[in-house]
């Protein structure tokens, strides 16, 4: 736990990379951040394993080009020469057999003879609607997104005869990254996934993507261990009171950021704005287990992913680290890196690397 007495111009309770990066961008502007984290370690789900001399990252896999705001952080934390290219392939698993899309080759969608002209030609609209709304949906631009915001993914491919094309390809392809509920959740969140990772393409870093939560950190006032009990507006700034090593200490601070998922804040702040809260309290969040597991030799397979329709195994997804992120490869002799895991939206397990 970094030691820290006094006040701050703003307190940040999460050191998740959301707060961690309003805090670079807060420091950058000539403010005093403060970040609270109840983990012993920062980061939150952009954390890495290492095992062996592997490199395995758990939660972000890869991030895609349309991330601009991440790209400017790494740089901004002199991580660019770690930047890697990334590649994903994923093949589609269900009673019929295997069919595959590479990453940025929408055509393979529009011409996949697996599925019917009717699910091609709702494809074709979505496409068009991807590109007619990349503005709204570049990373960084959901303020713009309003007017697409007004039904979920299920409700939009029913309105566009994609049922198939969603039950097919987009649920079990994304709904492990969109947190279990893709059908339930809005369309512009499978939207922007899509556009931003899949056919804008995908990079990462080589030595794990810890190494960014890790290097705003370093730059940064920190307190780990410090879990937040209460929020409250005191005078005209924001106290704070944490259990920090079994004590209570109050963090005073002139305004105050949430960086934690939406549902705890009420919680923490209840004098917020009656709306606000109710809105907040309807955030929901999946849990996901991962596992790890190491094979002598990694399998022949085209596609550096694999994901499931219900009838196959419900929720799954696996990842093969070996062509995922070649880069990572043990620096051994008779060692080669691979990886793989099941990702559900419940429950599962995932990834790791190989001899």
């Not at 939207?191 to 370093?218: K, S």
């Amino acid at each position: 736990m970094d030691k820290h007495s006094g006040d701050a111009d703003v307190v940040v309770i999460g050191g998740g990379i959301a707060g961690l990066g309003a805090a670079i961008r807060l420091k950058d502007r000539g403010l005093e951040p403060l970040v609270l984290e109840a983990d012993s370690r920062v980061g939150g789900r952009m954390t890495t394993d290492r095992a062996n001399g592997f490199v395995i990252d758990r939660g972000v896999t890869l991030f895609g080009n349309g991330f601009r705001s991440m790209r400017a952080l790494v740089k901004r934390l002199d991580l660019s020469s770690l930047t890697c290219p990334g590649s994903f392939s994923v093949g589609i698993q269900d009673a019929a057999g295997c069919r595959g899309y590479r990453g940025g080759r929408f055509e393979d969608l529009l011409l996949d003879r697996g599925i019917s002209w009717r699910a091609r030609s709702a494809g074709l609209r979505f496409g068009m609607d991807l590109f007619r709304n990349f503005r709204a949906l570049s990373h960084g631009n959901s303020f713009l997104s309003g007017a697409l915001d007004g039904e979920n993914c299920q409700e939009y491919f029913q309105g566009i005869g994609g049922e198939e094309l969603f039950d097919r390809i987009f649920w079990p392809g994304l709904n492990g990254p969109m947190g279990g509920a893709a059908e339930k959740s809005s369309r512009v969140i499978l939207m922007q996934v899509i556009w931003n990772l899949l056919v804008r393409g995908q990079w990462n870093l080589t030595d794990g993507v810890d190494r960014i939560p890790e290097a705003a950190a370093a730059q940064l006032p920190v307190v780990t261990g410090a879990r937040v009990l209460r929020v409250e507006r005191s005078g005209a700034g924001v106290e704070a009171q944490a259990e920090v090593e079994g004590r209570r200490q109050n963090f005073r601070s002139r305004a105050a950021i949430f960086a934690v998922p939406g549902h705890l804040v009420p919680g923490l702040c209840p004098s917020l704005p009656v709306e606000m809260c109710e809105l907040l309290s309807r955030t929901q969040y999946s849990k996901i287990a991962n596992a790890a597991v190491a094979l002598s030799n990694p399998p022949k397979t085209p596609y550096a992913g694999y994901a499931f329709t219900p009838d196959v195994v419900p929720g799954a997804e696996i990842e093969m680290e070996h062509l995922r992120r070649p880069t990572a490869a043990r620096a051994e002799p008779g060692w080669r890196a691979f990886s793989c895991g099941i990702r559900p939206g419940i429950a599962g397990w995932k990834r790791m690397t190989t001899r």
